[in-house]
């Protein structure tokens, strides 16, 4: 048996995220692993149990490893733990507070209130105490048919909302507008419906009925003792209170009027449309008495750059309105009617952050090139003619992924070949002679469309979408491809083709291409692959012969290389893209190209984060296509770098075991 005393220097303690980890960890070996501190002993495989023990930031634990694999497991737990447990914001080793942050000394005369980091950054203003309406039901049944047919209107018109919703967000947080997908899906959930169908034949209005079905469901989840799924009941509620809301006539959830100028946002709790809605010049930054960093509103609001803090307790909602503060997205505090010391000092650091970005756009037509001369493109992922024109003026070095299922969703029919033709022209001329490589429809089971007739799949995830549905409906994909060809006289156009799991597949998309080229008899296109399918990366060499380039997409090629849905509110932290397994598809996948001559590009969601970007760079990703909004900040960062060290990086982390040890590495 092997026995150690650890210091716990996140600094929350051993709250949601890093309990996760650390219990995600002890499960990867076989050797029993307890956790004891104080009087209790728990099963350090047991998240439920690691959570009520209450470990606070800077206390000691004891750990027991008992078994076959008990040495690893200890050198393992070890570095986890020191490294902070995925968590980059914790105390250093010969620390035992953070001097940077804003927290007050025990002693100080102004109050503090210390939640958990959600968001980074730092807002300074006033404080608004967000109050939503509890929503009461007041209705008179009238007969079954017309409660169900009210109802269905209702749903109808929440989707249309949700998917305008999804579409804005697209132009700011691609990834993060998924969460509406969800949403969605949740309107359509069959157990869901045919509970309010059967409370509706009992004589419930429909506002009644779907309430109550909604509330059973949201209590349902609660009881679970797990808070990752405590906080994905806030998505149910969100869900309801919309539908609710259209059937009763009612159009915000927000009771008072806001003010004509910036504050920060204090709730007991906001749900992810909330969020959603909130506009940086505005809202300065947000503070809940309940939620947790991995709830939907916290990622939303990561995404939109709002700081923000959670589980900040209720003692907030007491607090006036008008009341200034400070709140330190990054350290998860929040200073109550600062002095002016305080205020000033706050303001320089918030200084310091807005000259470094301003720094970034200023130069952000600029090249990337690290310190040692090796040069990385950025580009940009767009959904549109608007987010190429964003793109452009950002400084993005081409279109690393067009996305065109925006041309498709909505609508009762296909869009035609002039229809699509004049966008991808606008969008070709909006880049100004630069690089857009059009990805052909990306669709299938799990988003299916209403002039397509595809049938139930059990795990649409793993049947007929991407490149496998385009083959299989030729009188769509030939008349995109149509499109994408005769575009290509307007500007430098690449076709790219999604989910590409065979070389076969990719030898029936590239004769269809030619074929098109033939007729019309236009100028050659550049033609490759995205390499989401971990099928598609062992086999790399074999396509390298063939492709002109490559592009990752590591959000699906994560979910498959590790079987985890990422929007899975259980499973959504290990979906790491930084998990060795993915990280080593990636280098294969490079290594493979570069041997053959072509490129490859990153536009998953990885590409963006700056923990990931030395490690990209280190492992010869050649194209970089983030969010429009972040490639200033990706350029600036990338001429920060050595490229030398980042190959050594990249050869480091490549041999570690765990997503966990990797983000320790990095950190």
């Known amino acids: 048996?092997?026995?150690?005393?650890?210091?716990?220097?996140?600094?929350?303690?051993?709250?949601?995220?890093?309990?996760?980890?650390?219990?995600?960890?002890?499960?990867?070996?076989i050797s029993d692993i307890q956790i004891q501190y104080g009087d209790k002993k728990v099963n350090a495989k047991s998240v439920i149990s690691v959570l009520t023990l209450g470990v606070h930031s800077g206390e000691t634990v004891h750990i027991e490893i008992d078994g076959t694999d008990e040495e690893a497991a200890e050198l393992a737990i070890q570095e986890a733990v020191r490294s902070g447990l995925g968590e980059e914001d914790h105390l250093p080793e010969d620390e035992g507070e953070d001097p940077d942050s804003i927290q007050p000394d025990d002693d100080a005369d102004k109050p503090g209130i210390k939640g958990v980091a959600a968001a980074p950054g730092i807002a300074i203003g006033p404080i608004l105490q967000l109050v939503t309406e509890e929503i009461v039901v007041d209705e008179i049944f009238t007969d079954p048919d017309s409660e169900n047919e009210r109802l269905k209107a209702a749903t109808v018109a929440a989707a249309k909302e949700l998917a305008s919703l999804r579409e804005e967000m697209e132009d700011v947080a691609s990834e993060e507008a998924a969460i509406f997908d969800v949403h969605i899906e949740l309107l359509e959930d069959p157990e869901l419906l045919d509970d309010v169908s059967k409370r509706i034949a009992q004589n419930e209005s429909?506002?009644?009925?779907?309430?109550?079905?909604?509330?059973v469901r949201i209590e349902r989840m609660k009881s679970v003792e797990d808070a990752l799924l405590a906080e994905r009941a806030l998505d149910i509620q969100d869900v309801g209170n919309r539908v609710l809301r259209i059937l009763l006539g009612q159009d915000d959830s927000f009771v008072q009027t806001w003010p004509d100028h910036p504050v920060v946002v204090f709730a007991e709790d906001?749900?992810?449309?909330?969020t959603a809605s909130f506009h940086k010049d505005r809202v300065l930054g947000i503070c809940i008495a309940a939620g947790g960093p991995t709830s939907h509103s916290a990622i939303l609001a990561r995404a939109l750059g709002i700081p923000a803090v959670v589980s900040a307790g209720s003692d907030i909602l007491k607090i006036e309105n008008g009341t200034s503060c400070i709140l330190d997205g990054s350290t998860g505090s929040v200073l109550i009617d600062p002095d002016e010391s305080q205020v000033k000092q706050a303001q320089g650091t918030l200084l310091e952050e807005k000259d470094k970005q301003?720094?970034?756009?200023?130069?952000s037509a600029d090249p990337a090139i690290t310190q040692d001369g090796h040069r990385v493109e950025v580009a940009a992922n767009v959904g549109n003619l608007s987010d190429a024109e964003t793109a452009h003026a950002m400084g993005a070095e081409g279109v690393g992924l067009l996305?065109?299922?925006?041309?498709?969703?909505?609508?009762?029919?296909?869009?035609?070949?002039?229809?699509?033709f004049s966008v991808y022209?606008?969008?070709?001329?909006?880049?100004?002679?630069?690089?857009?490589?059009?990805?052909?429809?990306?669709?299938?089971?799990?988003?299916?469309?209403?002039?397509?007739?595809?049938?139930?799949?059990?795990?649409?995830?793993?049947?007929?979408?991407?490149?496998?549905?385009?083959?299989?409906?030729?009188?769509?994909?030939?008349?995109?491809?149509?499109?994408i060809v005769r575009a290509s006289e307007f500007g430098t156009i690449r076709i790219m083709f999604p989910m590409v799991s065979d070389v076969s597949e990719w030898r029936a998309a590239r004769k269809l291409v030619t074929d098109i080229i033939e007729e019309m008899q236009a100028t050659n296109i550049e033609m490759g692959i995205m390499v989401e399918v971990p099928s598609a990366a062992l086999m790399a060499d074999a396509f390298a012969q063939e492709v002109d380039f490559f592009s990752i997409g590591t959000n699906d090629l994560t979910q498959y290389a590790l079987a985890m849905d990422r929007l899975h509110p259980a499973l959504a932290n290990q979906a790491d893209g930084l998990h060795p397994a993915v990280l080593r598809l990636i280098?294969?996948?490079?290594q493979a190209a570069?041997?053959?001559?072509?490129?490859?590009?990153?536009?998953?969601?990885?590409?963006?984060?700056?923990?990931?970007?030395?490690?990209?760079?280190?492992?010869?990703?050649?194209e970089l296509s983030v969010a429009a909004p972040n490639v200033a900040t990706v350029k600036a960062q990338v001429r920060t770098l050595n490229h030398t060290e980042c190959q050594g990086l990249a050869k480091e982390v490549l041999m570690k075991a765990t997503a966990v040890e990797v983000r320790a590495s990095l950190h």
């Open 1 to 29: 048996m092997r026995e150690l005393d650890l210091v716990i220097r996140n600094k929350t303690g051993l709250h949601a995220r890093p309990a996760k980890e650390f219990v995600t960890l002890a499960k990867s070996f």
């Open 206 to 215: 429909a506002g009644v009925a779907w309430q109550q079905s909604i509330v």
């Open 270 to 274: 906001l749900t992810p449309s909330d």
């Open 587 to 590: 280098d294969k996948t490079v």
């Open 594 to 622: 570069h041997d053959h001559g072509k490129w490859v590009g990153v536009c998953g969601a990885l590409g963006g984060e700056p923990t990931a970007v030395p490690i990209l760079v280190g492992l010869g990703v050649d």
């Open 403 to 420: 996305r065109t299922e925006f041309l498709f969703l909505e609508r009762s029919s296909a869009p035609s070949e002039e229809e699509q």
């Open 358 to 363: 301003a720094a970034a756009e200023k130069a």
């Open 425 to 483: 022209r606008d969008i070709a001329q909006a880049m100004h002679g630069q690089a857009v490589i059009i990805r052909t429809l990306d669709i299938g089971g799990d988003k299916p469309l209403p002039y397509i007739d595809l049938p139930h799949e059990d795990n649409p995830f793993l049947g007929e979408r991407g490149i496998r549905l385009c083959l299989a409906r030729p009188e769509i994909f030939n008349t995109q491809l149509r499109a």
